[in-house]
């Protein structure tokens, strides 16, 4: 079986990938094998895919801007930027 293969992959997130595999005695190709074995193995992703949670406030937050953005509510503040950081020093 051939062992060469042309994968593109970012190079800043290789490096600090080389950084955590070096540490359990592994090269990034070792892992990707792991990986696409893995995968098969499991016939998918070997892992869950999920969006990340937040808690409740932040949440909350990114629904009131989803509306504004919408126009389908109005921004509690309708100031300039400056007004806005003496809002937030007080």
Do not use: W
Request: charged residues 25%; without cysteine.
């Amino acid at each position: 079986m051939a062992k060469t293969s042309n994968l593109r992959v970012d190079p800043v997130l290789r490096k600090n990938a080389e950084v955590i595999y070096k540490a359990f005695g592994i090269t990034v190709t070792d892992a990707v094998n792991m990986f696409f074995a893995k995968s098969i193995m499991e016939n998918g992703i070997p892992f869950d895919l999920k969006q990340p949670r937040y808690n409740k406030e932040t949440e909350a937050a990114m629904e009131e801007g989803d509306k504004i953005l919408q126009g389908l509510q109005e921004s509690a503040f309708n100031g300039l930027v400056n007004e806005l950081f003496k809002n937030l020093d007080t």
